[in-house]
């Protein structure tokens, strides 16, 4: 079946960039998403991806997908204490249409 | 911005209890869908609604049941609560196929 995967840590200096990544296995996925989760709260999207695309920016936000290795990243310029967070890929699957979450990527921002 | 609500955020509540936890959105989106979340942990799919009078289980078993009466409105239903079921519970809905999901806030539900 579908899988994400996402590595569990990372941790940067505040003001350097920020790289997550995302692994998938669907080869039918329409789109791939980032979510941020910050404590205690839902999930806010941030930024998406259609599968034709290669890359997506959004101010602070770059989106790289590679889709022949199926590999998605979020860069984040200037990563601020703000940034502090959970970052949830996931892929929407054409054949169920539904999202499959990778298991988050914990960003901690020190000074 | 996403107007998605659930209430109530946070909730602790003894065994045995039936509680509903509502989710509502304003934006006439179809779809609406429940997440289990374990604090810090992933998703997981327990049910999802494509329009009025449609739901469907997730990939996550679940005790808990839905209901959509109203395009608006999706309440999961514990009939019997027990402490298994302690975790954090995330509704979403989206406009239609491929569409991003849009979150709520999520409720906090604890037993005792």
């Known amino acids: 079946g579908e899988d994400v995967e996402q590595s569990l840590f990372l941790s940067v200096r505040e003001g350097d960039s920020s790289v997550i990544n995302c692994t998938y296995t669907?080869?039918?996925?329409?789109?791939l998403y980032w979510y941020k989760q910050e404590p205690g709260a839902g999930l806010q999207l941030l930024t998406y991806?259609?599968?034709?695309?290669d890359m997506k920016q959004d101010q602070r936000l770059t989106v790289l997908l590679n889709k022949k290795d199926k590999h998605l990243s979020l860069r984040i310029a200037d990563t601020q204490t703000g940034d502090s967070a959970i970052y949830f890929c996931?892929?929407?699957?054409?054949?169920?249409?539904?999202?499959?979450f990778g298991t988050g990527t914990r960003l901690q921002v020190f000074p | 911005e996403a107007d998605i609500y659930q209430t109530p955020r946070y909730l602790v509540i003894g065994t045995g209890k039936k509680i509903t936890l509502e989710c509502s959105q304003t934006?006439?989106?179809?779809?609406m869908y429940w997440y289990q979340q374990d604090p810090g942990m992933e998703l997981h799919l327990i049910h999802y609604?494509?329009?009025?009078?449609?739901?469907e289980k997730g990939d996550l078993s679940s005790e808990s049941t839905v209901s959509r009466i109203r395009t608006e409105h999706f309440p999961l239903t514990l009939e019997s609560a027990r402490p298994s079921h302690t975790s954090q519970y995330l509704c979403?809905?989206?406009?239609?196929?491929?569409?991003?999901?849009?979150f709520g806030d999520g409720t906090r539900l604890s037993i005792l």
């Open positions: 934006m006439g989106h179809d779809k």
């Open positions: 669907d080869s039918s996925s329409t789109y």
């Open positions: 996931a892929e929407c699957s054409y054949n169920t249409d539904k999202l499959i």
């Open positions: 979403a809905s989206s406009h239609r196929e491929n569409q991003p999901q849009h």
């Open positions: 991806i259609f599968s034709n695309m």
């Open positions: 609604s494509y329009g009025v009078n449609s739901t």
